[in-house]
């Protein structure tokens, strides 16, 4: 349970830090944007789109249902590549970090 604990409380520290600055959407991508089956939905939706509007709920959910957490991945890695705005990054990895450690 204290991995949820900790997993939940960098999900709500990521999204405040999003919301700070500035790349939480109020609009919802679409459908079919959002049934991307490509790894991190890369080619429907930016970085922080995904974090948005398919991990950060999809985590959410599986604690909340108390359900096994999927262990053993970094995503990390893919933040450092695919970002384009550096400074906001540098503020994101942190955190994205901190959810990588509580997974593993």
């Given at each position: ?37 490509e ?54 990895l942190?955190?994205i ?8």
């Amino acid at each position: 349970m204290s991995d949820y604990i900790e997993l939940s409380d960098a999900l709500e520290l990521l999204e405040d830090k999003m919301i700070e600055l500035a790349l939480w959407e109020s609009q919802q991508p679409s459908e079919h944007d959002l049934a991307s089956s490509e790894p991190f939905a890369l080619d429907t939706l930016s970085p922080t789109q995904w974090l948005q509007w398919v991990f950060i709920p999809k985590m959410k959910a599986l604690i909340e249902s108390d359900s096994e957490m999927p262990t053993g991945f970094e995503i990390s890695p893919y933040f450092e590549q695919a970002m384009s705005d550096k400074e906001k990054l540098l503020e994101l990895l942190p955190i994205i970090k901190q959810i990588d450690e509580a997974v593993k």
